[in-house]
């Protein structure tokens, strides 16, 4: 079994954010695998599909970025899913924007969704897709950045990063994550 995380926050005015491109990978899966969203669970939504045999589960947490891992830690335990079969979808501030970095293990870097996942998984190693959104410029707080949307020229860098996202969790499926960041980091 294969497992996606997508961080986020829910609601309208977050839906275009920086901060919920883990949202829109997801979304992405669930377009290109046919596995609806359709199910609640552990304040989240998630869907259940196959693909080439093996069980896949697509998940966003619904608690806020900052509590990610309250949602992540029950559905893990409920469905006896493995830490190593999961992969967390977020977005970086410490990446170039555009840009991917994936990861096995590491710290949260600062990221609140990932400290609330280690804190609550036990662990920091397990797998990750860094999504690069870049540091602001000029001198806006990074909590602004980081919840407002991308401005119209970065939009399309943005769609092409939702894109390779999903082909490295895509390729998750068929090669070890090792051989998924070889080919997908950069």
Request: hydrophobic share 35%; proline share 6%.
């Amino acid at each position: 079994m294969k497992w996606f995380v997508g961080l986020g926050n829910p609601g309208r005015e977050y839906e275009k954010t920086r901060h919920n491109v883990g949202f829109w990978v997801i979304d992405e899966l669930s377009r290109r695998f046919n596995i609806p969203l359709n199910q609640s669970k552990f304040r989240g939504i998630y869907g259940t599909g196959v693909i080439n045999g093996e069980k896949v589960y697509l998940l966003k947490p619904l608690t806020y970025m900052n509590l990610s891992g309250e949602c992540v830690r029950p559905f893990m335990d409920y469905f006896k899913l493995s830490v190593e079969d999961m992969v967390v979808i977020y977005d970086d501030l410490d990446t170039p924007a555009g840009k991917l970095r994936l990861r096995e293990k590491g710290s949260a870097g600062g990221h609140n969704g990932m400290k609330s996942i280690i804190a609550h998984i036990g662990t920091q190693e397990y797998n990750r897709v860094r999504f690069g959104i870049g540091r602001p410029k000029n001198a806006q707080p990074v909590p602004d950045y980081v919840l407002s949307p991308f401005s119209k020229e970065d939009v399309p860098f943005a769609e092409k990063t939702v894109e390779r996202s999903a082909d490295a969790c895509e390729a998750f499926l068929s090669m070890p994550f090792t051989r998924v960041m070889n080919k997908y980091n950069g």
